[in-house]
């Protein structure tokens, strides 16, 4: 089954975001705001060391002018958000101190950038090997019970976006693998690891970045690599 691996990697950022939403009902806010800020410096600590495995300068910077216009022209920002706004309407127990967008830009971020989730869905596209996405299953699922304990309801939404994004590099593998060399996997993280450092400064309330605008970026590297 060629999507299990993504479904069951769905499926374990659910679970432990069910978890985390639980503890967080017993969290009072100093702790919250405590474990809020730590999640923070672990997020900026995997956005550092993603940063590192760039090879090619000019790649990061003409991915992220040319994904920024896109992200802009489109303003993903502005939908995800009118997106969480709407969910946030229905759901009347979510604490307001972090919105639902916010949890969801968090984590879809975090969870679709890095070379497990390209890796993984490419096995499990071509060969049926879900191991790689298995691993990143219980990684997701332990972050997801300490960002959902944070950030809210929205960390379980990501798992439809994780879906999508493993989902479709899974089904078209054998389109998308001549093009996922190692070079551009990498170019793919660091790209990716520098919006996760602006989701980390979000977090630390030190910048007010649109860090969905910026998404488009990931996926220039694809179409530099046939130049550079």
């Known amino acids: 089954m060629v999507l299990l691996g993504s479904l069951v990697n769905s499926a374990a ?24 800020n730590a999640l923070a410096l ?11 495995k760039g090879e090619n300068i000019l ?6 002018v040319f994904g920024t216009l896109v992200g802009e022209w489109i303003d993903l920002d502005k939908k995800i958000n009118q997106l969480g706004d709407e969910i946030e309407s229905r759901v009347s127990s979510e604490n307001k101190e972090h919105s639902v967008s ?5 984590a879809s971020i975090l969870f679709c950038v890095g070379a497990m989730a390209i890796v993984g869905a490419l096995q499990s596209g071509l060969t049926g090997n879900h191991d790689t996405l298995f691993a990143k299953s219980l990684i997701d ?11 809210g309801i929205g960390v379980l939404l990501s798992a439809g976006l994780i879906l999508v994004y493993e989902g479709g590099i899974s089904l078209f593998a054998n389109v998308l ?7 551009v996997i990498n170019e793919m993280t660091c790209v990716g690891s520098l919006l996760i450092v602006g989701l980390a400064l979000n977090m630390l309330k030190l910048t007010d970045l649109k860090i969905m605008n910026y998404a488009p970026a990931v996926f220039f590297p694809i179409l530099f690599g046939f130049f550079m």
Request: aromatic share 2%; net charge positive.
């Open 141 to 151: 699922g332990i972050a997801a019970i300490v960002m959902a304990s944070s950030l």
């Open 177 to 183: 693998a001549p093009l996922l060399t190692d070079s």
């Open 13 to 36: 950022i659910i679970l432990g975001g069910s978890i985390g939403l639980a503890l967080k009902k017993g969290l009072s806010d100093r702790i919250a705001s405590a474990v809020m």
């Open 59 to 64: 790649i990061t910077i003409l991915s992220m």
């Open 102 to 106: 916010n949890g969801l830009v968090t």
């Open 42 to 52: 672990c997020v900026l600590y995997i956005g550092v060391s993603g940063m590192l």
